[in-house]
T-cell receptor, first 116, second 117 residues
Framework: KNQVEQSPQSLIILEGKNCTLQCNYTVSPFSNLRWYKQDTGRGPVSLTIMTFSENTKSNGRYTATLDADTKQSSLHITASQLSDSASYICVVSEFYSGAGSYQLTFGKGTKLSVIP | NAGVTQTPKFQVLKTGQSMTLQCAQDMNHEYMSWYRQDPGMGLRLIHYSVGAGITDQGEVPNGYNVSRSTTEDFPLRLLSAAPSQTSVYFC????WGSGSGHSYEQYFGPGTRLTVT
């Protein structure tokens, strides 16, 4: 069964510090990996989408890395801000065979709290 | 653009009642889907649609019905609400197509928080 495991489950950091969130997956065949940010009480918002051939992708202070060989991804947040407090969800897409829906497997998320 | 809108934001139902959760998008996206999010679990796909008149089941379809008569709207119907359907429901949409179509960004609505007593 396809799985996406995220660590840590929760994290507290001081404003201005950097942090890295981890995502390991067993989805095969792999198509792409997405990171979403979900503020409390809101829907997820896409941060990055990486395909098999992409190792790194940045979106402002967010940088995602992908190692398709080891099936690992990380999301690095630089110079954290209070507004970065949210859940970060890793989502892996199975290769689309052309039938039905593309299969997305969602991780349970890492809850990040940035404190002053 | 309003993006993906969902109504209502909150709803309380009694066991056995039925209701419809509304979802609309104004981005001309072919693909629309419904997810539920429960504490300690990742989002799970309920139903999806790749265009008007085309719907199919996701991972957890039991107790829910959908229809897609227009590109813009994708309502989710709870036939006979049960306490196990207490959850937060998200609607999402994206472009769709063969090949790399499944790499398109998904846009999520703000969610509907449903409580069944």
């Amino acid at each position: 069964k396809n799985q996406v495991e995220q660590s840590p489950q929760s994290l507290i950091i001081l404003e201005g510090k950097n942090c890295t969130l981890q995502c390991n997956y067993t989805v095969s065949p792999f198509s792409n990996l997405r990171w979403y940010k979900q503020d409390t009480g809101r829907g997820p918002v896409s941060l990055t989408i990486m395909t098999f051939s992409e190792n790194t992708k940045s979106n402002g202070r967010y940088t995602a890395t992908l190692d398709a060989d080891t099936k690992q991804s990380s999301l690095h947040i630089t110079a954290s801000q209070l507004s970065d407090s949210a859940s970060y969800i890793c989502v892996v897409s199975e290769f689309y065979s052309g039938a039905g829906s593309y299969q997305l497997t969602f991780g349970k998320g890492t809850k990040l709290s940035v404190i002053p | 653009n309003a993006g993906v809108t969902q109504t209502p934001k909150f709803q309380v139902l009694k066991t056995g009642q039925s209701m419809t959760l509304q979802c609309a998008q104004d981005m001309n996206h072919e693909y629309m889907s419904w997810y539920r999010q429960d504490p300690g679990m990742g989002l799970r796909l309920i139903h999806y649609s790749v265009g008007a008149g085309i719907t199919d089941q996701g991972e957890v379809p039991n107790g829910y019905n959908v229809s897609r008569s227009t590109t813009e709207d994708f309502p989710l119907r709870l036939l006979s609400a049960a306490p196990s359907q207490t959850s937060v429901y998200f609607c999402a949409s994206s472009y769709w197509g063969s090949g790399s179509g499944h790499s398109y960004e998904q846009y999520f609505g703000p969610g509907t928080r449903l409580t069944v007593t």
